[in-house]
Structures are given as structure tokens and as C-alpha cells.
């Protein structure tokens, strides 16, 4: 078993729970086949649904930089397991909502949620732990979104179809707490002395770990600016795709069913995706990789765009499932070739700040643009135009590790 490289023994048990705590994420997806149901039978519009659940993009954006100093410090086992654990509670308290508010506080604790069981906890650990099949390894376990996505997405569309929205919450949360909790508290663990990547150095749980200081120098370069630039370009789209996709198909006369049914296969190539990219990105310069998967992300826009021209959205799902979630493979990478594997965890939670600004951003622009003109067209038009421009600011990324800061807070 050659393909597993250096993933093996405890690595391949932390690679294993990471997948599965990964799967968490898919709660995510549930937004978009219920945003129909909800607004329906609350007497929403769409701009209020979607002006509700995005503050919780705010939390994991803004959250995201101390998670990254967090897992550091205590490791990512108390991460997973206590963001599994609240993961629980998150669904209940959605599956009572009455109003708007309800609605917004609970999506600011499922924020907290996100951003546990998210990125760059796990890609922190994993990176920890493998070194030579890192790029496979982290496009395993990225993977684990994708398939928690399509199971959600056809647990909520089958539990909803009656109507019965409020339980597609309180289960899914209940049922996925319980299914990832002995993969956070058992498999996953931060390496001891003298195990994990040769290039993560002691990978512990390291009072002396970097800190706060090594995002200020970071934060000082232009790489990070650029890579910032990206993610936003990037959170403006796909969120917006996510949850206003199922929504656009149905305004084109497209069943519900159908709707969701084609989402979520496009969520479940997502898999495909994220291990083709990383064996891509495993053979290619790490900006190379990005640059490929920004322009496929981008011409699955421009194909969204084009459905009533191309006579169907299988156009779309195909190349949006290939390229939208190879981000969560290729970006750790490009953090890792700039600002080395050290910094990964510090680096990429200040990065993650740009969801505040496109992930909140896309889907509320997105949503008043439709209910202002009635056509989705506009919006997803400008999203191409900033991830193509985005392409043409790759080529000035360059490697900034050595003039990091290792100072700790």
C-alpha cells in the first residue's frame, strides 16, 4: 500500500477522525433545501433568511484566528470534541425557532460550531502528522464535508418534504453529534515528542507555540493580502452558490426534489474534486494548483449563469462539484509553501477573516439583487469577474516564511 506514504499507524487514525469530524461541516448544507420550507411557513422573504443565518459567517470568521491559537495551545482532540458536542444543542434550538432572531442567535453558536470541527483545526493536526502524502491526506479528509453535504442534503430534502422542516434540524444535529463524537474524543490527537512530520518541528501542545505575533508579521506581507483577496473572491461565490442554487433551479421551473437532489450530487463530486486536485497539487507548484482552481470555479459561475442557454444545470453541478471544495485541499498547501507548516494553524485562522466580508457578503447581495431585479444574473456575473481577476493576482505570492515573527503573545 504505497499510496499511503508516511499515513500510517497513529497517523492514519488522526487522518481517519479528522475525515469524520470533517462530515460536520455538511450541517451547512442543509440551509439551502429548507430555505423554500422556512421562509414559506414564517412568511419571510429571502433577504430576511439569508440576513438571519449570516452573522454566523461573522462568528467563524472573527473566531477563526483564536481557534487557530487555541488549537495550538490545548490540541485539536478539545477542539473537535467540544464543538461536536455543542454541534447537539445547535440543532435543537434551530428546530424551535418562531422569528428572525431566533434564527440569527442560534446560527452565531452554530458559527462557533463551524469553525471547531472547520479547516484549519483539522488541517493543522493532519499537517502535524504527515509530511510526504500531506497534499492526499488533506484532500482525504477535506473530503469529509463533501460527504457529510450530500447525507445531509438528502436527510433534510426527504425528512422536509411534508413540511416538516423543524425536525430536518433537531435531527441532523442530534444524529451527527452522536455519529462524530467517537471520532473527535478517540482518533484525533496532537502528535508527542518525537512523533508527527519531520517539518512540524515539536508538534505538541506547546506553551512556546507561535502566536499572535507571527499573524502580525504575516498580516504585513503582501502575500497575505493577496491570499486574503482570494478567499474573500472566492466565500463571495461559493457561499452565495450554496445557498441560493436549489432556489435559482426552482425559479427556472425545476422541482424542489430535483433541485436539491442536483446540488447534492455536485456536493458529493466534491470528493472526486478534492483527491483529483490533490494529486494535482502533489506533482505542481502549490500557486499553480490555485490558479487552476480559481478559473475552474470561476467558469462553473459563468456556466450557473448560462443554464437556460445550456439547456440544463448538469453543466454547472459537474464543474462546480470538481472545483469549489478543492480550495479546502490546495489552500492549506499555498499557506504552507509561504508561510511553512509552523505557521499554518495562526496564519490561515487570520486569513479566514475574509468570511466576514464575502461569506456574509455574497449570500445577502445575492438575495436583494433577486429580490430587487428578480433575476440572480447580476450577481453571479460580478462573483466570476472577481475570481478571474483574482487569477491575475497569483503569479505575486512568493515565499514570506523566513521573515515571520516567532514570538509568542
Not at 180 to 203: C, K, M, N, Q, T
Request: glycine share 12%; hydrophobic share 55%.
Amino acid at each position: 500500500m504505497k499510496w499511503l506514504g508516511d499515513v500510517r499507524g497513529r497517523a492514519l487514525l488522526v487522518v481517519v477522525g479528522a475525515f469524520a469530524c470533517q462530515m460536520g461541516l455538511g450541517f451547512t448544507y442543509m440551509y439551502g433545501p429548507l430555505l423554500p420550507e422556512v421562509t414559506t411557513d414564517l412568511g419571510w422573504s429571502r433577504t430576511q433568511f439569508n440576513s438571519a443565518i449570516a452573522p454566523r459567517l461573522w462568528v467563524q470568521a472573527l473566531a477563526s484566528p483564536l481557534f487557530g491559537l487555541l488549537v495550538v495551545r490545548v490540541g485539536a482532540r478539545a477542539v473537535l470534541t467540544g464543538s461536536v458536542l455543542l454541534m447537539a444543542v445547535v440543532g435543537w434550538g434551530l428546530s424551535g425557532i418562531q422569528s428572525a432572531t431566533g434564527l440569527l442567535l442560534w446560527n452565531l453558536v452554530f458559527g462557533v460550531v463551524l469553525v471547531g470541527v472547520g479547516d484549519v483545526t483539522v488541517g493543522h493536526v493532519v499537517s502535524q502528522w504527515v509530511q510526504r502524502s500531506r497534499a492526499m491526506a488533506l484532500g482525504v479528509v477535506y473530503a469529509g464535508s463533501n460527504l457529510g453535504g450530500a447525507v445531509v442534503l438528502a436527510l433534510v430534502t426527504r425528512i422536509s418534504e411534508d413540511g416538516y422542516w423543524r425536525e430536518a434540524f433537531l435531527w441532523t444535529g442530534l444524529g451527527g453529534a452522536l455519529f462524530l463524537l467517537p471520532f473527535a474524543a478517540l482518533f484525533v490527537r496532537a502528535p508527542g515528542p518525537g512523533e508527527g512530520a519531520a517539518d512540524a518541528g515539536d508538534a505538541g501542545n506547546d506553551p512556546d507555540a507561535p502566536g499572535s505575533g507571527v499573524l502580525r508579521s504575516a498580516a504585513r506581507t503582501r502575500s497575505f493580502w493577496v491570499l486574503f483577496y482570494l478567499l474573500f473572491a472566492y466565500f463571495f461565490f461559493a457561499t452565495s452558490a450554496l445557498e441560493h442554487t436549489v432556489a435559482l433551479l426552482m425559479d427556472l421551473g425545476i422541482p424542489r426534489v430535483e433541485a436539491a437532489g442536483l446540488l447534492g450530487g455536485a456536493v458529493f463530486l466534491g470528493i472526486a474534486g478534492k483527491l483529483g486536485l490533490a494529486a494535482i497539487a502533489s506533482r505542481i507548484q502549490p500557486r499553480l494548483a490555485l490558479a487552476i482552481n480559481m478559473a475552474m470555479v470561476a467558469a462553473s459561475a459563468l456556466c450557473l449563469l448560462a443554464t437556460p442557454l445550456l439547456g440544463s444545470p448538469l453543466p454547472f453541478a459537474v464543474l462546480f462539484g470538481l472545483s469549489y471544495s478543492g480550495r479546502d485541499v490546495i489552500y492549506p498547501l499555498v499557506v504552507i509553501h509561504v508561510f511553512g507548516v509552523r505557521h499554518l494553524a495562526p496564519v490561515y485562522g487570520g486569513l479566514m477573516l475574509s468570511l466576514a466580508l464575502g461569506g456574509v457578503g455574497g449570500p445577502i447581495f445575492t438575495a436583494a439583487v433577486r429580490d430587487q431585479t428578480g433575476s440572480y444574473t447580476p450577481a453571479f456575473a460580478l462573483s466570476a469577474a472577481m475570481m478571474l481577476a483574482g487569477c491575475a493576482l497569483i503569479p505575486l505570492l512568493r515565499r514570506e516564511v523566513t521573515g515571520l515573527a516567532s514570538d509568542t503573545p
